[in-house]
């Protein structure tokens, strides 16, 4: 994906000038942006299966025998769809993605917070928005919105060359999805690139002090106390129609793995929108102070 640049962001290189003007967006992307997981909008009915019952089979098989449930699941739609006769290659993926339904607000989000924190730090930050998520890196490639991403981080499949998926090539779950907040912390960003090597805090180019990671549920708290422990911030969304996802939102602030829950209505003056930006509000002033106390040590020099 293209990488953006303000028009006052920094030159990198000869360690005079300041380079960490970025502030992280992540998001989950199943329950977060969207209410259902976007098999549920895609592959599933494609294929004329139950999502309770498809979903039940992968939770029955994961339960018996202790298998990793995205692996589970990723193997048994190759199964379902070779069982189909279907064709579903990475363009039909893709295709199938303008199916997915978002929360009320996401199509105008991610223009207004750019906006929102330009006018705020007079231009002096740089947003950047992330996706990881545990779901269909062929679906996402398809997704109406992807072009607000600087990196789509997902699972995906091997096709053969009749484009046929064949089994996981990458597998992203609740515990593997930290490791890309540290390929943003570190600026490693290439899923072929090591993030196991040392760096200093003050070479990584966006600290987790300017990360907020948002997220809907349980399997996001790995992500969610590694951006906090760090350092950074993080909300949970919970869907308005179940009860259930306002519980979860209020068992995590019991654990302290949030900042901030809100309803996912992402829609201009909502309560989501307002607690965003309070945390953007409180990064921004961070990347600011850094920006001066860089520019004043550089002057005794």
Same mark, same amino acid.
């Given at each position: 994906?293209?990488?953006?640049?303000?028009?006052?962001?920094?030159?990198?290189?000869?360690?005079?000038?300041?380079?960490?003007?970025?502030?992280?967006?992540?998001?989950?992307?199943?329950?977060?942006?969207?209410?259902?997981?976007?098999?549920?909008?895609?592959?599933?009915?494609?294929?004329?299966?139950?999502?309770?019952?498809?979903?039940?089979?992968?939770?029955?098989?994961?339960?018996?025998?202790?298998?990793?449930? /995205?692996?589970? %699941? &990723?193997?048994?739609?190759?199964?379902? #769809?070779?069982?189909?006769?279907?064709?579903?290659?990475? $363009?039909? +993926?893709?295709?199938?993605?303008?199916?997915?339904?978002?929360?009320?607000?996401?199509?105008?989000?991610?223009?207004?917070?750019?906006?929102?924190?330009?006018?705020?730090?007079?231009?002096?930050?740089?947003?950047?928005?992330?996706?990881?998520?545990?779901?269909?890196?062929?679906?996402?490639?398809?997704?109406?919105?992807?072009?607000?991403?600087?990196?789509?981080?997902?699972?995906?499949?091997?096709?053969?060359?009749?484009?046929?998926?064949?089994?996981?090539?990458?597998?992203?779950?609740?515990?593997?999805?930290?490791?890309?907040?540290?390929?943003?912390?570190?600026?490693?960003?290439?899923?072929?690139?090591? /993030?196991?090597? %040392? &760096?200093?805090?003050?070479?990584?180019? #966006?600290?987790?002090?300017?990360?907020?990671?948002?997220? $809907?549920? +349980?399997?996001?708290?790995?992500?969610?106390?590694?951006?906090?422990?760090?350092?950074?911030?993080?909300?949970?969304?919970?869907?308005?129609?179940?009860?259930?996802?306002?519980?979860?939102?209020?068992?995590?602030?019991?654990?302290?793995?949030?900042?901030?829950?809100?309803?996912?209505?992402?829609?201009?003056?909502?309560?989501?929108?307002?607690?965003?930006?309070?945390?953007?509000?409180?990064?921004?002033?961070?990347?600011?102070?850094?920006?001066?106390?860089?520019?004043?040590?550089?002057?005794?020099?």
């Amino acid at each position: 994906m293209k990488r953006r640049r303000t028009a006052r962001q920094d030159k990198a290189g000869d360690g005079t000038r300041f380079t960490r003007n970025v502030l992280a967006m992540v998001y989950d992307f199943d329950g977060t942006l969207t209410p259902l997981p976007m098999q549920e909008y895609t592959v599933l009915p494609q294929l004329g299966l139950s999502a309770a019952s498809f979903w039940e089979e992968v939770n029955a098989e994961v339960r018996a025998t202790g298998g990793d449930p /995205i692996l589970t %699941y &990723m193997r048994l739609l190759v199964e379902k #769809i070779e069982a189909n006769k279907a064709h579903l290659s990475r $363009d039909a +993926l893709r295709r199938l993605a303008r199916d997915i339904r978002y929360y009320p607000g996401v199509q105008g989000w991610f223009e207004r917070v750019n906006r929102y924190v330009a006018e705020r730090s007079g231009g002096a930050v740089e947003v950047r928005h992330y996706i990881i998520s545990a779901g269909l890196r062929e679906i996402l490639e398809g997704i109406s919105i992807k072009h607000h991403f600087e990196r789509i981080y997902a699972s995906q499949y091997h096709f053969n060359h009749h484009e046929v998926a064949c089994f996981p090539t990458i597998v992203i779950n609740d515990t593997s999805k930290t490791q890309y907040l540290f390929r943003i912390n570190k600026g490693r960003e290439d899923a072929l690139q090591s /993030i196991n090597e %040392y &760096m200093p805090e003050e070479a990584r180019p #966006i600290p987790f002090s300017h990360m907020l990671y948002i997220g $809907d549920g +349980l399997t996001d708290v790995p992500c969610m106390t590694v951006a906090k422990k760090y350092g950074g911030f993080a909300v949970a969304v919970h869907n308005p129609a179940h009860e259930g996802s306002l519980e979860t939102c209020r068992e995590l602030v019991r654990a302290e793995r949030i900042d901030y829950f809100a309803a996912a209505d992402y829609r201009p003056g909502r309560v989501l929108e307002k607690r965003v930006r309070t945390l953007l509000d409180l990064i921004i002033a961070r990347i600011l102070f850094a920006r001066e106390r860089h520019a004043f040590l550089q002057s005794l020099s």
